[in-house]
């Protein structure tokens, strides 16, 4: 947890997604992972920022919610696509079956 803001993936388990999606060439689990860390960090800034007291608080109190909404999302889509493509839970690993799709690809060079 950051804050108020709850967390479905540590910030380990985004990498090793983030790692195992690049090593096996599919990059849309990765720009998820990606997005949902750069989102912590935003999120963490308005954290800091925030004066209760003032109108700059405001602002950044409203970044901070509207950044823990995006985050929920993001996260509930990244479930989705890691179920879709069918990502070992437990461990985070890419399914052989796209592995193998890759170096297909791969092997059939451009066309």
């Known amino acids: 947890m ?3 803001m709850t967390l479905r993936y540590s910030k380990e388990q985004l990498h090793q997604i983030t790692e195992q999606a690049m090593i096996y060439m599919c990059a849309c689990p990765a720009q998820v992972a990606g997005q949902l860390m ?3 960090e935003l999120y963490g800034y308005q954290r800091n920022c925030s004066n209760k007291a003032s109108v700059m608080g405001q602002v950044h109190q409203r970044i ?4 823990r909404l995006a985050h929920a ?4 889509c990244l479930d989705d696509v890691l179920a879709l493509e069918g ?4 461990t985070l690993t890419m399914p052989e079956g796209l592995r193998q799709l890759r170096n297909q690809l791969i092997e059939s ?3």
């Open 38 to 40: 750069a989102l912590r």
């Open 2 to 4: 950051i804050g108020d």
């Open 73 to 76: 999302e993001l996260e509930s």
């Open 64 to 67: 901070a919610q509207a950044t």
């Open 87 to 90: 990502w070992d839970k437990a």
């Open 109 to 111: 060079g451009p066309d």
